[in-house]
C-alpha cells in the first residue's frame, strides 16, 4: 500500500478467492490467475475531511522509476465486481489504475507532477470475475492538476489512452512514470478485488502469499 496515497482507513490487501457469489460457477467464479486477488475496502463518508471518502493505492514506487509513458502499450486488469458497488455508485464505480508521472510538457516546464489515471467502463459482468478489461481501447483517462489543465485531458473532459499520450507528446522532454499502481477513491463506497493487472508485457498476479510477475501471454 502506498502510504502517502491513503485516506482514512481503507484496505488494499493480498487476500484468498474471491470465488463467486453463491450460484456462480465455472472459470468466471475464481481468480483468473493461481488462488487469490487484491481485495480493495473504501467507503464514502468515513473521514472529517472535504470529501468524506475514503482513498488507497497499492502499487510499486520501485520499479517502474524513470519508465517512459510513451513505453506503456499494454495496460489493463481483472475486476470482481458486485451488483451492490453498482448500487453505491452506479455502473461506472470501479477500481483505477493511476501512474504518477512527470508530465515533462513543453507547455508547462515547471509542472513536475500528475496523476495518470485510468476510469474504466462498466464492467460486463457482477458478482464475479470480470474478462480482461483493455486500459489501452475502452474506458477513459485524465490527468490531474496543471498538467490536465494544459493538455485538455482533465477528470471533466477525459480522454482516451491514445488521445492522452499524444497530448503530453507536445515537443518537451518525455514524460516518465514515477509509480504505478492500482487504487479506488475518492468517491464512493467499494468493496471488490482485482487480479491480473497487466503492465506491458509482465501480468501482476495477486496472492495472498505475494505478488507473482507473469510473461503474458
Known amino acids: 500500500m502506498i502510504t502517502r496515497n491513503t485516506i482514512g482507513s481503507p484496505v488494499a490487501a493480498l487476500r484468498n478467492g474471491p470465488f463467486g457469489s453463491f450460484g456462480v460457477t465455472g472459470p468466471s467464479a475464481r481468480p483468473p490467475y493461481g488462488t487469490g486477488s487484491l481485495g480493495i475496502e473504501v467507503a464514502d ?130 514524460a516518465v512514470i514515477y509509480t504505478a499502481a492500482v487504487g479506488k477513491g475518492r468517491d464512493s463506497m467499494w468493496i471488490g478485488a482485482v487480479d491480473g493487472l497487466r503492465l506491458n508485457r509482465s501480468v501482476y498476479d495477486f496472492e495472498a502469499a505475494g505478488v507473482r510477475a507473469l510473461r503474458a501471454r
Open 45 to 174: 463518508s468515513s473521514t472529517s475531511l472535504t470529501p468524506p471518502s475514503e482513498k488507497v493505492d497499492f502499487g510499486n514506487e520501485v520499479d517502474f522509476y524513470g519508465d517512459p509513458v510513451s513505453g506503456l502499450t499494454k495496460v489493463g486488469f481483472h475486476v470482481f465486481q458486485t451488483g451492490e458497488n453498482v448500487s453505491y455508485g452506479g455502473p461506472q464505480n470501479m477500481p483505477n489504475i493511476r501512474f504518477e508521472i512527470n508530465p515533462s510538457l513543453a507547455a508547462a516546464p515547471a509542472t513536475t507532477y500528475s496523476s495518470m489515471v485510468w476510469v474504466p467502463d462498466a464492467s460486463p459482468v457482477t458478482d464475479r470475475w470480470s474478462p480482461y478489461l483493455d486500459a489501452t481501447t475502452t474506458g477513459r483517462w485524465f490527468l490531474t492538476g496543471n498538467a490536465g489543465t494544459v493538455t485538455g485531458c482533465n477528470q471533466t473532459t477525459q480522454c482516451s489512452f491514445q488521445q492522452l499520450k499524444a497530448a503530453l507528446a507536445d515537443g518537451g522532454a518525455q
